[in-house]
């Protein structure tokens, strides 16, 4: 939603148009090493703790982008943003191929399907909040919410699977 409206962001603020040609450049440079930088990271500590730094550094990003309508405000929204939306995709299938287990293609189209959904329904709904209140601070906030909300998912994935194998299978204590 950041990115389909980062530009009308920028441009309903005087105070931010000086930077706008250079705000897609941000993005783009803070994009290109996030794939590696995040997928070092999920080697290191965990994807599902990568993943859910990468949503919270998004969701500052996300906030900055309509709480601090500067120029320092404005490249630092396309920073986070740009280090971090390919980052989340790529934990995010990484994450999907581990709980998968041996085959993953029900968790890619699950994924990819999701992510087709908010793809279409998040500008949608930023849009309508936007005609509703004049700005898409309402539709950002919602956006930095449910990153927040997207950061907490992995532990609450990891923490059923783990209940599942504690759980013994029916007819186990007959034996």
């Known amino acids: 939603m950041t990115a389909t409206f980062l530009m009308a962001i920028q441009r309903a603020n005087p105070e931010v148009r000086p930077v706008e040609p250079f705000v897609w450049a941000v993005v783009g440079i803070a994009a290109t090493p996030s794939v590696a930088a995040w997928t070092w990271l999920g080697a290191r500590t965990g994807i599902a703790r990568a993943f859910a730094a990468a949503c919270l550094v998004e969701a500052a990003g996300v906030a900055a982008s309509v709480l601090w309508p500067t120029a320092t405000g404005a490249l630092l929204a396309a920073a986070l943003l740009g280090g971090t939306f390919m980052g ?28 087709g959904v908010g793809q279409i329904a998040g500008p949608v709904l930023a849009g309508v909040l936007h005609d509703l209140t004049g700005s898409f601070v309402l539709a950002s906030l919602l956006l930095t919410g449910a990153l927040v909300v997207a950061a907490a998912l992995p ?18 204590a007959a034996r």
């Open 88 to 115: 989340i995709t790529a934990l995010g299938l990484a994450g999907g191929r581990r709980l998968a287990g041996g085959d993953p293609r029900r968790a890619f189209a699950l994924l990819t399907a999701s992510f």
């Open 155 to 172: 532990r609450g994935c990891r923490c059923r699977r783990q209940r599942r194998r504690a759980v013994p299978p029916a007819g186990a």
